[in-house]
Nanobody, 114 residues
Framework: VQLQASGGGLVQAGGSLRLSCTAS????????MGWYRQVPGNQRELVAY???????NYADSVKGRFTISRDNAKNTVYLQMNSLKPEDTAVYYC?????????WGQGTQVTVSS
């Protein structure tokens, strides 16, 4: 199983980025796909997830600014991040989960300058 995340970078506050995570080795459409983020010294926290049925859930801190979506034909989950703030700076990880199974991607750095 591989989860390959991409799309991170440096952006000014108020800007946008779109993260992508492409999975291989799993039946992608069956999995809940999530984005998490981690700042050094802090615990990894949930940003958003999307169920196999495409219902979504967001952390309060990103509601109205971030949108998670998935393309099952491409085995890819996206995180559209708008109105970025310096406090969104973190390493972003994607995760695939199904019952007790879960897999993590390698992380992509997002840095928002003020």
């Amino acid at each position: 199983v591989q989860l390959q995340a991409s799309g991170g970078g440096l952006v000014q506050a108020g800007g946008s980025l779109r993260l992508s995570c492409t999975a291989s080795g799993i039946i992608f459409s069956h999995y809940r796909m999530g984005w998490y983020r981690q700042v050094p010294g802090n615990q990894r926290e949930l940003v958003a997830y999307i169920e196999s049925g495409e219902s979504t859930n967001y952390a309060d801190s990103v509601k109205g600014r971030f949108t998670i979506s998935r393309d099952n034909a491409k085995n890819t989950v996206y995180l559209q991040m708008n109105s970025l703030k310096p406090e969104d700076t973190a390493v972003y990880y994607c995760r695939a989960s199904l019952a007790i199974l879960y897999y993590w991607g390698q992380g992509t750095q997002v840095t928002v300058s003020s």
